[in-house]
């Protein structure tokens, strides 16, 4: 299927509360203040019940079976993808390869990509931002090739030190792997000059749009990005189902990640003959249940609208910083509102990120605390950890004001336990 429109605005404002409707989980009273969608988000009925209908009614292997029930799984996870091309507007279906989740989409191209195109003396630019997801796949490819990691720097606004990008960039750079939002710092990257800058530099990019797809609109055409990656579980979808989006002209020169069933044209005692994209990079049964959950995910979030979910979001971020800048002894990390997605990273003095989680739990609020799987970017901070609360369609301005009750909970419990 080829598809060519790009996205109109879809903004109209978010029914929060009968969104909330949607999720099971939101029930209860006082309800789940649930804010760490950055991790791995909360699933509507209408996911489960796609994924349920499979299982109830047509459970049975794809893309081999010559009775209804397989061709009916066949076809709605290929539905699936389709949904999947259209919500980053890609031009054709074959460009979407379902895969585990980002980290797998990462390290299909580290393996496949880097295998065939980079050598000893290479460089691949990398950013103080990424998620080891998008690091450690590249210090592989380095170690394996010889090949060279450089990185673009952040300022104290936790903002890409742009400024660098040309003595970063040189002919020897072949890859430059980037963040689309930082996972800790909310920061919104500047994607287009990126790439516009790294294909100037003859570069290709793979964008990680783990922290983006879920909340605004990504259109990989018009960024001309050559792979983006992202996963079903941060998108209302379920777990086990990732994306890798490539250009045609690479997905179809790079050799297999994993070989086994599905992925062959013809096998011979000796050597095989693969087959097309995507099935070429999608070896053995497939999560099947999966694909079909996220392609109702991607219903789920083009109802909602991309445009009004990510400004309910920046308004909660707001709303947020406001809060909490308000408790005394608090360090926000990162930019702005208006240059971040819907994530606030903080601490707070005297009290480990740890105990700040631990005891809003017993809020009933739930938020992260940890290295985010970005160590790097920790010692940039200088910081061990951070607690982080990150927000999503379902969120209500009520949730941020039990985060800032909780905090200051938190605050009067620790002062007291240290005196
Ligand atoms: N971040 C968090 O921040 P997987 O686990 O493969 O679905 O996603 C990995 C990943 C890659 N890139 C970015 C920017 C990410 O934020 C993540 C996942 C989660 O809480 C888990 S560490």
Redesign the pocket.
């Given at each position: 299927m080829t598809q060519k429109t790009k996205h109109t605005s879809d903004f109209r404002p978010l029914d929060v509360q009968a969104i909330r409707g949607d999720f099971p989980i939101f029930a209860d009273t006082p309800p789940l203040a649930f804010l760490?969608s950055?991790?791995s988000t909360q699933t509507p009925r209408p996911v489960v019940e796609a994924m349920d209908a499979y299982y109830d009614t047509y459970r049975s292997n794809i893309h081999r079976g010559v009775y209804r029930i397989s061709e009916e799984a066949t076809d709605q996870y290929e539905k699936a993808r389709q949904k999947v091309a259209q919500l980053i507007n890609a031009p054709r279906t074959s460009q979407v390869v379902f895969t585990r989740?980002?980290?797998?989409s990462i390290n299909l191209v580290a393996y496949s990509w880097g295998s065939l195109n980079i050598q000893q003396g290479d460089e691949i630019v990398l950013t103080d931002l990424e998620?080891h997801?998008?690091l450690v796949p590249w210090q592989l490819l380095a170690q394996r090739t010889g090949a060279t990691l450089r990185f673009l720097e952040i300022t104290d606004e936790g903002l890409l030190d742009f400024t660098q990008l040309r003595d970063v960039l040189s002919p020897k750079t072949k890859l430059v792997a980037i963040?689309h939002?930082?996972?800790?710092l909310g920061t919104i990257t500047p994607i287009q000059s990126i790439i516009d800058a790294a294909h100037t530099a003859g570069a290709k990019v793979i964008v990680?749009a783990?922290?983006s797809v879920p909340h605004f609109h990504v259109d990989v055409q018009q960024l001309d990005c050559d792979f983006l990656a992202f996963?079903g579980?941060?998108m209302c979808g379920p777990t086990g189902v990732?994306v890798l989006y490539g250009k045609s002209e690479l997905l179809d020169d790079m050799p297999p990640f994993l070989g086994g069933g599905s992925m062959i044209r013809s096998v011979e005692r000796d050597i095989s003959t693969y087959a097309d994209v995507p099935a070429k990079f999608e070896a053995g049964t497939p999560s099947i249940a999966e694909a079909i959950g996220l392609g109702a995910a991607v219903d789920y979030l083009t109802q909602a609208g991309l445009a009004s979910i990510h400004v309910h979001e920046q308004e909660l971020l707001k709303y947020a910083h406001e809060r909490l800048q308000e408790i005394e002894g608090i360090t926000i990390y990162g930019p702005a509102p208006h240059q971040k997605a819907g994530v606030i990273s903080f601490d707070m003095e005297g009290i480990h990120p740890h105990d700040i989680a631990g005891i809003l739990d017993t809020h009933n609020v739930a938020i992260?605390a940890g290295h985010?799987?970005a160590q790097p970017l920790m010692k940039k901070l200088d910081v061990i950890a951070t607690a982080r609360a990150s927000f999503y369609l379902y969120n209500t301005l009520e949730d941020v004001d039990r985060l800032y009750e909780g905090l200051q909970k938190a605050q009067t419990l620790m002062t007291r336990r240290n005196k």
């Open positions: 760490d950055a991790a989740n980002t980290t797998e998620h997801s998008n963040t939002v930082s996972n800790v990680d783990a922290q996963s579980h941060k990732g992260r985010h799987c």
